[in-house]
């Protein structure tokens, strides 16, 4: 093992985000553009021999935890390779995808048996022609099939719902989400919006607080605290009766910036120490030009250790990313 990975805050490094590609098969408004985005070229993605390089190495520096975002990343042929290979490494310890789910009833069987142990679906409206209005596509049966289809495989647990939380469309599917919550195995998590929309059209004023959706969960089901999970990004609530529980993830109202503990990759190999990142330390670049594993460690080093302290979002001067969900990794 190596020397554990720290910023310069302190900060002990134990997650990474890898996006396997930037391109997707939904088109939801608070990310893409209904026309779509300019799609990397094939050979500028990381190969997955080269994800599987930089994770063995990462992870011997302690970070532990990984998950394959996109994108979409079930559109990457055969990603099943790709889980196998890093679930087969020593020092990682967590494996998990987060997918749009369209894909994931024909591929579930093939991902479980390579090495997947966690799923975390996007799923922002349960009422078909709402679905419709915010992802473009006629398509929330086939999500629903993947969630069942996860849910068949014990090995998975838990799999989560992903909600993005966005004023003057949300407040109505929250209650349907609640009864989902109580009626199915899966864990519902509230998010608020966050300014990584490609159009750039993201306002403070469209972010529906966790505070206002918990609020309308308590009018019909009262909820008790069960504190915050395992990386302290959500905080947890059980409904009273027993009959579930539901999830807050509040970036934008009570940001957890001080205990981040995570890293993203892009899918061409650019290493981002925050969402909000306006810098990136291009890896693919010293990698395919022969870097060395000392080499590119060093490189990573220098990157974290400047790592930001916190995100801005909110705050006079805040900027924007130029680069969307879709391209940077959820």
């Known amino acids: 093992m190596r020397e554990p990975l720290k910023d310069g805050h302190g900060r002990e490094i ?9 391109r997707c098969n939904f088109r939801c408004q608070y990310c893409m553009p209904a026309e779509g985005l300019p799609w ?9 021999e080269e994800i599987t390089r930089l994770v063995a190495l990462l992870s011997d520096m302690g970070v532990h935890d990984v998950r394959l975002t996109g994108g979409e990343p079930l559109v990457r042929k055969e990603l099943w390779r790709l889980v196998a290979s890093l679930s087969a490494l020593e020092h990682v310890h967590d494996l998990s995808l987060t997918t749009n789910g369209y894909l994931l009833d024909r591929q579930v069987g093939d991902l479980v048996a390579a090495g997947l142990r966690r799923v975390n679906v996007s799923l922002d409206a349960l ?3 709402r ?7 006629d398509a929330l049966h ?3 099939a993947g969630l069942e289809a996860a849910q068949a495989h014990p090995e998975l647990r838990p799999i989560k719902v992903n909600v993005v939380a966005i004023r003057g469309f949300t407040e109505d599917e929250v209650l349907r989400f609640a009864e989902f919550a109580r009626e199915r195995p899966y864990e519902v998590r509230f998010i608020e919006f966050m300014p990584l929309d490609a159009d750039q059209a993201w306002s403070e004023d469209k972010v529906l607080p966790n505070a206002e959706v918990r609020a309308i969960i308590e009018s019909r089901h009262p909820l008790v605290p069960l504190g915050r999970d395992r990386h302290g990004t959500s905080r947890r609530w059980a409904f ?3 009959a579930g529980e539901i999830g807050f993830i509040s970036p934008v109202s009570e940001p957890f910036c001080g205990d981040c503990n995570r890293i993203r990759l892009t899918a061409e190999g650019m290493l981002r120490t925050c969402l909000f990142s306006l810098h990136e330390t291009d890896l693919r670049g010293p990698m395919r030009a022969g870097a060395s594993d000392d080499e590119l460690e060093e490189i990573v080093r220098g990157a974290v250790w400047r790592k930001e302290l916190k995100h801005h979002v909110g705050e ?4 924007q990313p130029p ?7 959820g």
């Open 240 to 242: 009273a009766d027993g």
């Open 131 to 137: 679905f419709f209005e915010l992802t473009r596509r």
């Open 323 to 329: 680069r969307s969900m879709s391209q940077i990794g």
């Open 142 to 144: 086939k999500v629903l």
């Open 14 to 22: 134990g997650d990474v985000r890898i996006s396997v590609t930037d």
């Open 40 to 48: 990397l070229d094939r050979d500028a993605l990381l190969s997955y």
């Open 316 to 319: 006079p001067g805040f900027r």
């Open 127 to 129: 009422a078909a022609d």
